[in-house]
């Protein structure tokens, strides 16, 4: 079922315009029927779990797979006619970097199969990693070799950029640093779509939020509209003495128990009663109630007991 969040009526060139996605290998219907409208400007996470069809549709929007049916467009354009002519760019997880090269020297080496880009000095400040200009690629770092896929992809000055888990190996203040910059890019109307695993990242820096499993999309709005979706709250609490689990999730409403340690997280859709009970037929101390969170909805959204056949990315 795809819950549909965005009721804003779609105008003007589209940045990104999947209709009617389908891909299969053998099998193994890895896309089954997407359909994505991102308009110039937006910054969307594209999340789901391994197997849920991401990857297998970036590579279709990038033009590196062919759809067995439904069409790609990008900025109006064929994939890789929008490619060819600078305006999408990717970061991806891995790979397409020559180890012996200098980070300087990588990026003047791409810079000069472009027609025109911005200045190497530019991308390199832009991305985070002049001061490692004269390092060799094999001696960078995990991070620093993403930032640098992401100064590679700023070259042509792109109109779109995608992005397949960017901030793989990066610490945490390189990932804040990476978002931000990303950030101020999006303000000057880049278009960004995101593939990750950090689902913080998702609810801090995306505009709009796509949930997909088993290649389709079950949920498309901001982070609190896809939060929305899973009702009852999250009551939490330490606790010095044995804890009766059996109870806790025998009460009203009551959907989840989990123990951390010497906490207690319950997810409940009667939170009063939960909360009753932690104080009155315990010795909880600490108590804490929240609204569901992205991963609850993540988890509410993608996670079924349908048989799978198989799993591609």
Known sequence: ?????????????????????????GTVRAVDGLDLAVRPGEVVAFLGPNGAG??????????????????????????????????????????????????????ELTASFFRGTRSPKEVMERAGIADIADRRVGKCSGGQQQRLRFALAL??????????????????????????ALRADAARGRTIIFATHYLEEADAYADRIVLVSHGRIVADGSAAQVKSLTSGRVVSA??????????????????????????????????????????????????????????????????DHAESTGSIA
């Open 155 to 180: 070259l042509p000055d792109p109109d779109v950029i995608v992005l397949d888990e960017p901030t793989t190996g990066m610490d945490v203040e390189g990932r804040r640093d990476f978002w931000n």
């Open 238 to 303: 330490s606790f010095a003495g044995p804890l009766d689990e059996a109870a806790l999730r025998a009460l009203p409403g009551v959907q989840d128990v989990e123990v951390r340690r010497e906490r207690v997280i319950i997810r409940t859709t009667d939170s009063d009663a939960v909360a009753r009970h932690l104080l009155t037929a315990t010795d909880a101390t600490d108590l804490e109630i929240a609204a569901r969170g992205l991963e609850d909805a993540f988890l509410a959204l993608t996670t």
């Open 54 to 107: 991401k990857t297998t549709t970036i590579d279709m929007l990038l033009g590196l797979a062919e759809p067995d049916e439904g069409t790609v467009q990008v900025l109006g354009l064929e994939p890789t006619s929008a490619i060819a002519a600078g305006r999408v760019s990717a970061v991806m997880q891995s790979g397409g970097l020559l180890k012996d090269l200098t980070v300087a020297e990588t990026i």
């Open 1 to 25: 079922m795809t819950t549909e969040l965005l009721d804003t009526p779609v105008t003007g060139t589209l940045a990104l315009d999947l209709r009617g996605l389908r891909k299969s290998f």
